[in-house]
Every structure is written in structure tokens, then in C-alpha cells.
């Protein structure tokens, strides 16, 4: 099955950035669609970017401008660039891919990683 290990998280103040890592066994992008999620204490997972075998890419009102999702197929690993970060931003922020037909930011993949950390202070 597809394996995923996300890395990259950390504590940084409100207009820094981050650039999270999705590392993915070596099908994965040709063959699935791929996602970033998030979960903060308290609240339901919600979709934050999203990528599918074309690379067309979606992302959630609230990040639109400030993230940015991408890939680096010769390192099999997804990124997720994170500007201007607000303490609304802080969650645990995982991986997910699925296979085609693309969920986009719906909760509906079936392989997720372990999760990194994100905390944003004001």
C-alpha cells in the first residue's frame, strides 16, 4: 500500500513561513491524487491543498495566496510552502493520496501519514 511520512513541521510567529515534506513510496504521484490536510484539538480534519495526477491543484478559501502545493517527482516527496502564517494556522497537518477519480480537499482518502506539528504564536 502507499506509504507517507510527513516532516518539515516546527513553532514559528504569526507572517513566518514553513515548508512542510510529504515523502511517498515511488508510484504514488503518477498514479494517485494527493492531498494536505489539517486537524486542530477540538475541530473536524479539513482539506487544505490538493493535487491530482494532472497536478491540478485546489486549495481551501482560508489558505488561498499563502500556501502552495507542489511536487518534486525525482525525490518522490510533495511539499506544501506555507506563507504569511496565522495562529488560525496551527494544527497538525497530514498527507493523504487516494486513487483516481480525485476526492480534491474532501475527507474521502484512504492512505494518510503520521501527521507533523504546526503551531503558529501571535
Known amino acids: 500500500e502507499p506509504q507517507l511520512a510527513e516532516s518539515g513541521g516546527g513553532s514559528v510567529k504569526a507572517g513566518e513561513s514553513l515548508k512542510l515534506s510529504c515523502k511517498y513510496s515511488?508510484?504514488?504521484?503518477?498514479?494517485?491524487?494527493m492531498a494536505w490536510f489539517r486537524q486542530a484539538p477540538g475541530k473536524e480534519r479539513e482539506g487544505v491543498a490538493a493535487?491530482?495526477?494532472?497536478?491540478?491543484?485546489t486549495y481551501a478559501d482560508s489558505v488561498k495566496g499563502r500556501f502552495t502545493i507542489s511536487d518534486d517527482e525525482d525525490k518522490n516527496t510533495l511539499y506544501l510552502q506555507m506563507n504569511s502564517l496565522k495562529p488560525e494556522d496551527t494544527a497538525m497537518y497530514y498527507c493523504?493520496?487516494?486513487?483516481?477519480?480525485?476526492?480534491?480537499?474532501?475527507?474521502?482518502?484512504?492512505?494518510w501519514g503520521q501527521g507533523t506539528q504546526v503551531t503558529v504564536s501571535s
Open positions: 493523504a493520496t487516494d486513487s483516481i477519480p480525485c476526492a480534491g480537499l474532501l475527507v474521502e482518502y484512504n492512505y
Open positions: 515511488e508510484y504514488t504521484f503518477q498514479t494517485f491524487c
Open positions: 493535487i491530482d495526477s494532472d497536478r491540478s491543484t
